[in-house]
């Protein structure tokens, strides 16, 4: 038993390095989530990479529902459904920027590429299928653009 009487917790102080390292092994959210080989660090950058294109996917879609909020009557059933349904995907987009954070925080090169590749991939997809969708000639759009302080 220790001087102090605190029975068996002890903690062990361990740093954790802070730079971006190109090592095949890490964890990933969960304990059991482990990437430890080739394979694994091949699903995982795949994954985050289809994650970080439906960041921007979900991003696109509360566009169009503030659109098809605009366009449609102030019903008071409509207004609820908009409103519920904006919430949902707000809450999914926050979510996965989240997740994606997380993600980066592993440290692996790898992983930051797929996510700024994935997101940047998925925003000129979307800008390309943009003029087809309700958006289109939709000065909201452009407002949107314009109140981002990130561009």
Not at 50 to 79: C, D, H, P, W, Y
Request: with cysteine; charged share 10%; net charge negative.
């Amino acid at each position: 038993m220790d001087g102090m009487g605190m029975g068996k917790n002890v903690t062990k102080n361990v740093m954790m390095e802070m730079v971006f390292s190109s090592e095949h092994n890490f964890v990933i959210y969960f304990d059991s989530w482990t990437v430890d080989n080739e394979s694994k660090y091949a699903g995982a950058i795949i994954l985050i990479f289809l994650a970080s294109m439906g960041l921007e996917l979900l991003q696109f879609l509360l566009k169009i529902v503030l659109v098809f909020q605009k366009r449609a009557s102030q019903t008071t059933q409509n207004v609820i459904l908009f409103n519920l349904g904006y919430i949902c995907l707000y809450f999914l987009w926050v979510s996965l920027a989240y997740l994606l954070m997380l993600a980066v925080m592993t440290y692996s090169t790898g992983v930051f590429c797929a996510i700024i590749t994935g997101i940047t991939f998925g925003h000129f997809l979307l800008k390309i299928i943009e003029p087809t969708t309700p958006l289109a000639n939709e000065s909201l759009s452009q407002e949107l653009v314009v109140k981002n302080p990130c561009c």
